[in-house]
Antibody, heavy 129, light 107 residues
Framework: QLQLQESGPGLVKPSETLSLTCTVS??????????WGWIRQPPGKGLEWIGN???????LNNPSLKSRVTISADTPKNHFSLKLSSVTAADTAVYYC?????????????????????WGQGTLVTVSS | DIQMTQSPSSLSASVGDRVTITCQAS??????LNWYQQKPGKAPKLLIY???NLEAGVPSRFSGSGSGTDFTFTISSLQPEDISTYYC?????????FGPGTKVEIK
């Protein structure tokens, strides 16, 4: 059974860098069938997709977070990581890692469709001094 | 970015009732619309993908329909364990965006 587990500090000071790791068990992040990514949810609010990574190292990030996001993968350790720099209180959220199942459609041009089919339990990160 | 809206924002229904949630996209997303269920304190769970396909292991009382900009999610007979917030999410265009959610409660 695939399991994802987030880990990292629960408290980060403003202007510093948030760092989280997602450890995957029961499956390999080196599989070519999946991407791996991050989604966050501020307390009491909705979901925001942050970005993903493929085993080749190719990444896709939400432009709303500009260049603050770095997603990397360590295939031997079977984990991937999120770094979010220059954090503010607005970055306080539950951060989820999730497997991105995908398929390619040619319905309207060629595009890759993602489905977030396995999630970690989430970890609350609070930005506060 | 594609904006997703949902209605209602919350609803209260009785066990056994048919429950319907609508989701609208700000532009044509074909059938590239997914539905998630999130129980309190838990991670979301994928229920429906590509507008109408039931994810493996999801009860058949859940269904979805629609294409273009208008989509519907239905629970045919509400059960106590369905108490959750439901989110739609478009996968048609980057960045992938979610609706604001619909909270379903038991009357």
């Amino acid at each position: 059974q695939l399991q994802l587990q987030e880990s990292g500090p629960g408290l980060v000071k403003p202007s510093e860098t948030l760092s989280l790791t997602c450890t995957v068990s029961g499956g390999s992040i080196s599989s070519d069938a999946y991407y791996w990514g991050w989604i966050r949810q501020p307390p009491g609010k909705g979901l925001e997709w942050i970005g993903n990574i493929y085993y080749t190292g190719s990444t896709l990030n939400n432009p709303s977070l500009k260049s603050r996001v770095t997603i990397s993968a360590d295939t031997p350790k079977n984990h991937f990581s999120l770094k979010l720099s220059s954090v503010t209180a607005a970055d306080t959220a539950v951060y989820y890692c999730a497997r991105h199942r995908y398929r390619i459609t040619t319905l309207r041009g060629v595009k890759r469709l993602y489905y977030f089919d396995y999630w970690g339990q989430g970890t609350l990160v609070t930005v506060s001094s | 970015d594609i904006q997703m809206t949902q209605s209602p924002s919350s609803l209260s229904a009785s066990v056994g009732d048919r429950v319907t949630i609508t989701c609208q996209a700000s532009q044509d997303i074909s059938i590239h619309l997914n539905w998630y269920q999130q129980k309190p304190g838990k991670a979301p769970k994928l229920l429906i993908y590509d507008a109408s396909n039931l994810e493996a292991g999801v009860p058949s009382r859940f269904s979805g329909s629609g294409s273009g900009t208008d989509f519907t999610f239905t629970i045919s007979s509400l059960q106590p364990e369905d108490i959750s917030t439901y989110y739609c999410q478009q996968s048609d265009d980057f960045p992938f965006t979610f609706g604001p959610g619909t909270k379903v409660e038991i009357k």
